[in-house]
Nanobody, 115 residues
Framework: QVQLVESGGGLAQAGGSLRLSCAASGIFFRIGAMDWYRQAPGKQRELVATITYGGSTNYADSVKGRFTISRDNAKNTVYLQMNSLKPEDTATYYC?????????WGQGTQVTVSS
């Protein structure tokens, strides 16, 4: 059974940093692109960053220059380094992994940024 488990969320002050991790287990195939999404209360889930298997990245305009997505293919793990955090970054962060025929979601990790 494929599972994605996020970790690294928590409370940070504005201007601070957090690093999220998402580890996939039960994988017997090559994972394609991996994404980080976030969802704030009362808002739609939005794409934050994407990384392909080969390491190409793309970011939402709101996080460009502050967040960095990376991955370790040998460990089936994706990371999100979040710097210069802002209160508007407060949300539940979810990782998503693309596989042949479907995608998989993690359970989410809460990030709260205080002003």
């Amino acid at each position: 059974q494929v599972q994605l488990v996020e970790s690294g969320g928590g409370l940070a002050q504005a201007g601070g940093s957090l690093r999220l991790s998402c580890a996939a287990s039960g994988i017997f195939f090559r994972i394609g692109a991996m994404d980080w999404y976030r969802q704030a209360p009362g808002k739609q889930r939005e794409l934050v960053a994407t990384i392909t298997y080969g390491g190409s990245t793309n970011y939402a305009d709101s996080v460009k220059g502050r967040f960095t997505i990376s991955r370790d293919n040998a460990k089936n793990t994706v990371y999100l380094q979040m710097n210069s955090l802002k209160p508007e970054d407060t949300a539940t962060y979810y990782c998503n992994a693309w596989a042949p025929g479907r995608n998989y979601w993690g359970q989410g990790t809460q990030v709260t940024v205080s002003s």
